[in-house]
């Protein structure tokens, strides 16, 4: 790193943090500032050689981009949560027990990360096999399978929080013994 990048990038940052951050926090509020400065000058660092003179237009051009960015994530995330939450609604006393290990599942669904969640949609919902959900990940069949086993367990996990999934899968351990000592006696 030359001496010139360090001290130039030095001198835009300590120039223009403060109205970096007095703008974002005019747009968002205090407790994203720093999140979005940090990422602002991230990028200023990496494009040293764009940063024009004076560099305050541009850098609060970014910061603007990135909180868009925010803005438009964390719509997605409201919009999955409130999609998830609208198929777990309460079931009602008369309603099949599958269909309440279904709210309960989907409840565990809606906890995982985003990017597990997709990989259990792909897979399970959508029917797409490890190659074309690879595809539309951007990774590896290999890889996929790997993520997608470790997305699997996480939400083994996550239903276990729920009363009613443990419940059924006991039933489910329960009725195979059943079915495998019958069986057996029949023979």
């Known amino acids: ?38 990422e602002t000058f991230t990028v200023a660092w990496r494009k040293l050689d764009d940063v024009p003179e004076p560099p305050l237009p541009w850098l609060l051009g970014v910061a603007r981009n990135i909180l868009r960015d925010n803005i438009r994530a964390e719509a997605r995330r409201a919009s999955f949560a409130a999609e998830m939450r609208s198929w777990a609604e309460p079931a009602e006393a008369d309603i099949a027990e599958e269909v309440s290990e279904r709210s309960a599942l989907l409840k565990a669904l809606a906890t995982l990360p985003e990017d597990d969640r997709e990989l259990l949609i792909l897979s399970a919902w959508q029917g797409l096999t490890p190659a074309q959900a690879a595809a539309v990940v951007g990774c590896s069949p290999i890889t996929l399978r790997v993520r997608l086993h470790r997305a699997r367990k996480r939400l083994t996990e996550a239903a276990s929080a729920y009363p009613l999934m443990e419940e059924a899968a006991a039933a489910r351990r329960v009725s195979t013994r059943v079915r495998i000592t019958v069986g057996k006696e029949a023979r």
Do not use: H, K
């Open 1 to 38: 790193m030359p001496d010139y990048d360090a001290d130039r990038f030095t001198a835009i940052y300590d120039g223009c943090r403060q109205r970096v951050w007095a703008y974002v926090v005019s747009r968002a509020g205090r407790q994203i500032a720093d999140e979005v400065v940090n």
